[in-house]
């Protein structure tokens, strides 16, 4: 198959596009390079040791997607591309919605003209705002409580209305929970463009010595050490899962939505201790003040994902670390050098 892969140079998007190539797919990337390199792309093609199209577009930019539309004969889409972070998106809304929400219904109306009604979508748990109780279902309501969650989640609802308007279109909506973790390569990884807003990079930039410490946002929450619990995925086993719901797309499925998670939820403690463990660098820290808008627990049940796509995630914590430590330590500054 044709895959176009909006958002493809970026750190899920990368990692997506090694597994999309080694099972034999064909891929065009779109990217407009505001959060990513397109040294991430050189290494795809490293580990992969196949080809790829590539065009700096911006997906709100009609002409110029069209041009690529009509230069392959697409099939699906991944659809990636987007802004994500939460505090920006607070400060920003506007770029948010414009980006996010702009960006994706020209993408459909592109997708419309050309025939092409099947769209993988990245969408987020952070739809589900403060769930009543974890492990988190799919059915659970959604209240997200930020810009950045409320694009995501009108996108979900773009994508159903588009579907009820024609039976045609297909969409499958991943809500990832927490993605960590590089390619076991160690080419490919996360590179955040200033100091990262997420822990495990930064836990990462603190063991190369590039930041002095980690702050612990709050040590008072009910969780069993009092730190936040997420459900921290291998971005391996996150990326493996857009192969599946690809597949599922076959099958003409409408509109359905899954959780990509592990099921297992880990405090930042537990986070640091593993990482010292599998990388032999002590991380200091503090501990502060929760951080605004951060919830005490959070994690999947991802059993709708393993009964109706037949995926479900197999690397744990340890692999995690051990594999965004190895991507860190051989790339201190990312793709910057
Ligand atoms: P990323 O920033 O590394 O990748 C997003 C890519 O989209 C970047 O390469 C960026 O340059 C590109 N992009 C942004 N706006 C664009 C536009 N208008 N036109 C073309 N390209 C554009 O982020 P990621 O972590 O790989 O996330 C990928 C997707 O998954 C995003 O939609 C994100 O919201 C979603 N997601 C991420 C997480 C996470 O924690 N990383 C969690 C849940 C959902
Ligand atoms: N944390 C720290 N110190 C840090 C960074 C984070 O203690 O420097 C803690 C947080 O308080 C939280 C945990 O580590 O308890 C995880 O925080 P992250 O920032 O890594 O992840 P979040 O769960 O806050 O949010 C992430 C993405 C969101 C996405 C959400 C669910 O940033 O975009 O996962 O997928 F919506």
Redesign the pocket.
């Known amino acids: 198959m044709k895959i176009l892969v909006?958002?493809?140079?970026?750190?899920?998007?990368s990692h997506t596009c090694v597994e999309l190539l080694k099972a034999g797919h064909e891929i065009v990337i779109?990217?407009?390079?505001?959060?990513?390199n397109k040294k991430s792309l050189h290494r795809v093609q490293a580990i992969t040791e196949k080809k790829l199209d590539f065009y700096k577009?911006?997906?709100?930019d009609r002409k110029a997607l069209e041009q690529v539309f009509e230069k392959h004969d697409i099939n699906s889409v991944v659809h990636?591309?987007?802004?994500?972070a939460v505090g920006e998106s607070v400060e920003k809304p506007l770029l948010y919605y414009k980006?996010?929400v702009g960006?994706t219904i020209i993408l459909c109306e592109v997708m419309n003209k050309f025939d092409v009604k099947d769209i993988v979508f990245?969408?987020?748990?952070?739809v589900y705002g403060d769930p009543h109780k974890v492990p988190i279902k799919e059915k659970f309501p959604v209240h997200p409580t930020n810009p950045?969650g409320r694009s995501?989640l009108m996108i979900e609802e773009i994508l159903n209305d588009l579907n009820v308007s024609d039976s045609e279109w297909n969409a499958i909506l991943l809500r990832?929970f927490?993605?960590v973790g590089a390619h076991e390569s160690g080419l490919i990884g996360?590179d955040p463009n200033d100091i990262p807003n997420?822990l495990m990079p930064y836990i990462s930039q603190v063991a190369v010595g590039k930041l002095d410490k980690l702050h612990v946002f709050g040590k008072d929450y009910p969780t069993e050490d009092g730190t936040g619990v997420r459900d921290y995925i291998h971005v391996v086993d996150l990326s493996l899962g857009h192969l599946n719901a690809l597949d599922k797309l076959q099958e003409n499925p409408g509109v359905t939505v899954y959780n990509l998670g592990t099921g297992e939820g880990y405090s930042v403690l537990e986070m640091i201790s593993t990482f010292e463990k599998v990388s032999g660098k002590s991380i200091p820290y503090d501990i502060l003040d929760r951080r605004s808008g951060d919830i005490a627990e959070c994690y999947a049940d991802p059993s709708l994902a393993k009964k109706e796509l037949n995926w479900e995630a197999k690397r744990g914590i340890e692999d995690m670390c051990k594999d965004a430590w190895h991507w860190q330590k051989n790339n201190p500054q990312g793709y910057k050098i």
Do not use: C, H, M, Q
């Open positions: 909006t958002g493809g140079a970026g750190y899920i998007g779109v990217d407009n390079l505001s959060n990513s577009v911006d997906i709100r990636f591309a987007g802004l994500k980006n996010n960006g990245s969408s987020s748990a952070t950045y995501k990832y927490n993605p996360e997420n």
